[in-house]
T-cell receptor, first 114, second 110 residues
Framework: DGGITQSPKYLFRKEGQNVTLSCEQN?????MYWYRQDPGQGLRLIYY???????QKGDIAEGYSVSREKKESFPLTVTSAQKNPTAFYLC?????????????FGQGTRLTVV | EDKVVQSPLSLVVHEGDTVTLNCSYE??????LLWYKQEKKAPTFLFML????IEKKSGRLSSILDKKELFSILNITATQTGDSAIYLC??????????FGAGTRLTVKP
């Protein structure tokens, strides 16, 4: 089945550790996105990528890093520099270009710092 | 700075009521506005709007965009308890960036 998969669903991290969240899509989409959602709030853009080997900072990129070495994959690393990393993280993909298509979301990863 | 503002942030209604959710935006090089419904985890797509004045409709839900006044509304008629969710508005700029508002939490009581 075509779709977008995030893993793991739940992740616990000790303070001071880096952790990487996985996002894989088999929809042949060019554009991919990472968002953070805090309780009772909307989605805030962390990073996005229009094509392979290219990505741009969103509104809250500090303390996060990404890579886009393959079209299918857009992993997000939460570094120790992120002071308040506990949140729900959502990955999305869409066709990109000028196609004006909807974005599809993964099921999210809930990260908790312990 | 690009901005998407939704109102109200929270709304409680009874089954059968009609609701109107608002989304205003300031975005450089606007391309499209999208509405999503989030019940548990992954938001699900409702509408994408690119042209002013053209209503999109799906069952009891409808939406319209005003590019001159920079806003969109999402209407839900004859609400049901299953409509309870967070409704998210997103705006896409020319670089494929897609920014969301804070969402409207709708609660429909029996």
């Amino acid at each position: 089945d075509g779709g977008i998969t995030q893993s793991p669903k739940y992740l616990f991290r000790k303070e001071g550790q880096n952790v990487t969240l996985s996002c894989e899509q088999n929809l042949n989409h060019d554009a991919m996105y990472w968002y953070r959602q805090d309780p009772g709030q909307g989605l805030r853009l962390i990073y996005y990528s229009q094509i392979v080997n290219d990505f741009q900072k969103g509104d809250i990129a500090e303390g996060y890093s990404v890579s886009r070495e393959k079209k299918e994959s857009f992993p997000l690393t939460v570094t120790s520099a992120q002071k308040n990393p506990t949140a729900f993280y959502l990955c999305a993909s869409r066709g990109g270009g000028r196609a004006n298509t909807e974005a599809f979301f993964g099921q999210g990863t809930r990260l908790t710092v312990v | 700075e690009d901005k998407v503002v939704q109102s109200p942030l929270s709304l409680v209604v009874h089954e059968g009521d009609t609701v109107t959710l608002n989304c205003s935006y300031e975005v450089t090089n606007f391309r499209s506005l999208l509405w999503y419904k989030q019940e548990k985890k992954a938001p699900t797509f409702l509408f994408m709007l690119t042209s002013s004045g053209i209503e999109k409709k799906s069952g009891r839900l409808s939406s319209i965009l005003d590019k001159k006044e920079l806003f969109s509304i999402l209407n839900i008629t004859a609400t049901q308890t299953g409509d309870s969710a967070i409704y998210l508005c997103a705006v896409e700029g020319n670089n494929n960036d897609m920014r969301f508002g804070a969402g409207t939490r709708l609660t429909v009581k029996p």
